[in-house]
């Protein structure tokens, strides 16, 4: 699989699925029950286990390392839970100059706060052998979205409403969120990750003008800290269509690429030579085996024209979904063949 990720075409197509660790096995449930999200994830032994399970059901062919975009917030000291059916929310959301005034210095405190971070990135490399991990951190804009709205939002009005009245004040609360996620992603890759990937999941709300002014700087400072690392790195936005040539441009060395846009539109749209990752629709999950693999075989076809290409969904595996649905899916495309390039 990192042949793909590297342009390295393989003869038969590699895949792992965004949220493959988590709510749709019934193993997750059995060993995170009673114990919250993000002690979960701060639980060395217990992340890596995570981990490790739909490698060892499904056969994908890389893990991704289980934890949530939030971990770091949590790790630099700011309150924030997961609340079940709700998701992230923050304890104190970030909504004055005083309030981002405050936020902790990242110093040796944080670095001794990702101590279970390598821990449980080293643990799973073991256990995953020759199958390689992925690191992963939320982008600058997702994460200070989260701060900023205080959890879930449809619309992130006081994010983009900061960002136009606050331009500055905005740039000082998404650098320190950078270096947050870039750091995160620095630890895990020199713990044995063979690869990051960095999620915008509500990058899609912004116009591509917002998101060069405002945005693509802080994601090409978090990337900046892997940068001199020699692992592919891999940036993903839900909605973002508009945005992948400036999303590349971040510092992405592949493109993850959601269900709305097709491959070989995505692939003309990058410079040439960039692999892709994706992007079949998580809605198939749900129907027949058939329209599962047309789907999975009009992907491998769009996806035909790039250097390299990494199967996965067009985004996360959906908590109610059969978890025989992804395994029986991961065999048929292990099945196929490519012709050598």
């Given at each position: 699989m990192l042949g793909e990720l590297r342009g390295v075409r393989g003869l038969t197509p590699s895949v792992w699925f965004m949220r493959q660790a988590g709510r749709s096995l019934p193993e997750y449930r059995a060993a995170r029950e009673g114990t919250a999200m993000l002690d979960a994830c701060l639980t060395p032994e217990l992340a890596a286990e995570i981990t490790v399970q739909p490698v060892r059901r499904h056969r994908v062919d890389a893990g991704?390392?289980?934890?949530?975009?939030?971990?770091?917030?949590?790790?630099?000291?700011?309150?924030?839970?997961?609340?079940?059916?709700?998701?992230?929310?923050?304890?104190?959301?970030l909504r004055s100059e005083a309030d981002i005034a405050a936020l902790p210095q990242l110093g040796e405190d944080y670095e001794a706060a990702l101590d279970p971070i390598r821990e449980a990135v080293a643990l799973t490399v073991r256990e995953l052998g020759t199958t390689p991990l992925l690191g992963f951190a939320g982008a600058p804009f997702t994460v200070a979205s989260y701060l900023v709205e205080g959890g879930p939002s449809r619309d992130h009005l006081r994010t983009r409403s900061l960002m136009?009245?606050?331009?500055?004040?905005?740039?000082?609360?998404?650098a320190w969120v950078a270096?947050?996620?870039?750091?995160?992603?620095?630890?895990?890759?020199?713990?044995?990750?063979?690869?990051?990937?960095?999620?915008?999941?509500?990058?899609?709300?912004?116009s591509a003008d917002q998101y060069l002014e405002h945005v693509q700087q802080h994601s090409a400072a978090a990337f900046a800290?892997?940068?001199?690392?020699?692992?592919?790195?891999?940036?993903?936005?839900?909605?973002?269509?508009?945005?992948?040539?400036?999303?590349?441009?971040?510092?992405?060395?592949?493109?993850?690429?959601?269900?709305?846009?097709?491959?070989?539109?995505?692939?003309?749209?990058?410079?040439?030579?960039?692999?892709?990752?994706?992007?079949?629709?998580?809605?198939?999950?749900?129907?027949?085996?058939?329209?599962?693999?047309?789907?999975?075989?009009?992907?491998?076809?769009?996806?035909?024209?790039?250097?390299?290409?990494?199967?996965?969904?067009?985004?996360?595996?959906?908590?109610?979904?059969?978890?025989?649905?992804?395994?029986?899916?991961?065999?048929?495309?292990?099945?196929?063949?490519?012709?050598?390039?």
């Open positions: 991704i390392f289980f934890s949530d975009i939030v971990v770091p917030v949590r790790l630099a000291g700011l309150g924030v839970e997961i609340r079940p059916g709700v998701g992230p929310v923050v304890e104190h959301p136009r009245t606050r331009p500055e004040l905005w740039a000082r609360l998404a270096e947050l996620s870039g750091r995160f992603l620095r630890a895990q890759v020199l713990a044995g990750a063979s690869g990051v990937q960095l999620f915008d999941s509500w990058v899609g709300s912004l800290h892997v940068a001199d690392l020699p692992v592919p790195r891999i940036h993903f936005g839900v909605g973002a269509a508009h945005l992948l040539g400036p999303m590349h441009a971040a510092g992405a060395t592949v493109m993850g690429v959601d269900h709305r846009l097709r491959l070989d539109t995505a692939i003309a749209a990058l410079p040439e030579g960039t692999p892709v990752q994706g992007n079949i629709d998580p809605a198939v999950l749900f129907s027949s085996e058939q329209v599962r693999q047309a789907e999975a075989l009009d992907v491998l076809a769009a996806g035909a024209g790039a250097s390299g290409h990494v199967v996965n969904l067009g985004h996360g595996v959906p908590p109610q979904t059969d978890p025989q649905v992804l395994t029986d899916l991961v065999a048929f495309l292990h099945e196929q063949r490519r012709e050598p390039r």
